[in-house]
């Protein structure tokens, strides 16, 4: 109890209580002498003590209103393997006690009082959800008022389920809800109000919230559903907190990292294809990337398939088809220089013909065809396909100028026959170059433009 007030003349006054009785309410009086020396006397309230597991009302038929709202302060923790929302709440109940009541004027101007909460009846109000034990601090008071009008705030760390979906992350929303309910009172007994509205209480918790961290607070809506177990009936009041999760640290540490590395990847098809440092390199590229999704793995939530997983994984393959292609095209120039295959028909339609339309390509030459192969368009950094044979189609020429054997000029013949296929190959390892090199600028222009619209909407 607090409270110390003046007394004038030392006047006798008295505070009215009524007190639930079988089949009605009765009234008593408290001797309020010494109230303006000692302040409230607890014993003067005793007989109301008493009756603390008891509802306080003067009938049972008539259902006591409790009015709920609450503060949310903190986000401490989402939980996405469990599926838990851990968060700190202040939790506002208001009801009428009816066995409470007086009048100020005749007891020492008395309007308000601050009661223990032990030794009062207090609502079962829960939350359904919560996963965990009630870990409210002991020594709690509620406030009354000379009307008997009760407030009762306490503090509580809530651990709840909650339906979280992590494909969108960093940019994810989470939806999760807190329904308070009563455990024994049915709607007979209790029904459940608003102290506040929910734009009210949104505000205040925005304001009020002390977590700098992982997660913001975007808004909170309210449901009065009924839930009915077996014949019972109770009442409910559902609210929806939508929280958003701040990207910056993950697209920092991770998105920012591997688009790096990727764009360092896709400039590497500068380097000449039939230059020994491209292979290594893409390499040494690889192995970094491995060693960046190792180290980062412990950002990355621990369940479920997120999007950036998926983007990792597709920049992952993106940089071992580019080393096979290295690999393969690498083999191919040095086949082409040495003994080129025939190039299917097929194969030079589809790949030459249809990648490059403003260019009619010839088919493929038969022996004693002396027409070259087309120009090769190519990416900067190549080398033209004549210096790749450079050495074995001016050796011809020269001998045969020295010479003029017989031998020489039917290998100068044999080179000339070769010359346009060679064209050929090493036209079809630039087109596969220009291509898985364009694929790159795609997968990196969409990359961007998802990160910029998941980040904004």
Not at 218 to 227: C, R, S
Not at 309 to 338: D, K, Q, R
Request: hydrophobic share 45%.
């Amino acid at each position: 109890m607090e409270g110390g007030w003046p007394l004038e003349g030392g006047v006798l006054l008295c505070l009215t209580v009524s007190l639930l009785l079988p089949g009605g309410g009765e009234a008593f009086t408290i001797n309020c002498s010494g109230f303006d020396q000692y302040g409230v006397d607890p014993a003067a309230f005793q007989a109301v003590f008493d009756r603390k597991a008891f509802r306080p009302v003067v009938n049972n038929s008539i259902p006591t209103q409790v009015n709920i709202s609450f503060t949310l302060s903190a986000i401490l923790e989402v939980n996405a393997q469990l599926q838990l929302l851990t968060s700190f709440l202040w939790m506002n109940l208001m009801w009428d006690n009816l066995l409470i009541s007086w009048n100020p004027e005749e007891c020492v101007s008395l309007k308000r009082l601050t009661v223990s909460a032990e030794n009062l009846w207090i609502p079962d109000i829960f939350i359904l959800e919560s996963m965990d034990v009630d870990r409210a601090p002991p020594g709690l008071t509620a406030f009354v008022n000379s009307e008997g009008r009760m407030k009762y705030d306490r503090p509580v760390r809530v651990t709840s389920i909650c339906n979280l979906d992590i494909f969108y992350f960093p940019f994810d929303q989470q939806n999760c809800t807190l329904t308070f309910s009563s455990f024994l009172y049915t709607v007979d007994s209790m029904l459940l109000g608003m102290d506040k509205e929910v734009w009210e209480i949104t505000d205040t918790s925005r304001n009020l919230i002390q977590t700098q961290g992982e997660w913001e607070l975007l808004g909170i809506n309210k449901a009065t559903p009924k839930m009915l177990v077996g014949s019972n009936l109770y009442d409910q009041i559902t609210f929806y907190v939508a929280i958003r999760r701040r990207p910056s640290l993950y697209v920092i540490n991770l998105l920012v990292p591997s688009g790096f590395l990727v764009v360092i990847d896709a400039l590497s098809f500068y380097l000449p294809a039939e230059s020994e440092n491209r292979a290594p390199f893409k390499m040494t590229l690889l192995l970094g990337y491995n060693v960046f999704l190792l180290m980062m793995n412990d950002l990355l939530p621990a369940s479920g398939t997120p999007l950036i997983s998926v983007y990792f994984a597709l920049c992952l393959s993106l940089m071992v088809v580019s080393l096979l292609e290295t690999i393969f095209i690498t083999y191919l120039l040095h086949l082409a220089t040495t003994q080129p295959p025939p190039m299917p028909q097929w194969l030079h339609s589809l790949l030459l013909y249809w990648a490059s339309p403003r260019k009619c390509y010839p088919s493929v030459p038969q022996k004693g065809n002396k027409g070259l192969g087309p120009t090769p368009n190519h990416l900067p950094g190549m080398k033209e396909p004549v210096e790749l044979v450079g050495s074995l189609s001016l050796a011809g020429p020269r001998e045969a100028e020295l010479t003029g054997s017989p031998e020489s000029r039917i290998q100068e013949e044999q080179e000339a026959q070769r010359q346009p296929l060679v064209n050929l190959w090493v036209q079809f390892s630039h087109m596969m170059d220009t291509l898985l090199f364009r694929l790159y600028l795609l997968f990196m222009a969409t990359s961007v433009v998802t990160v910029i619209v998941l980040w904004n909407t």
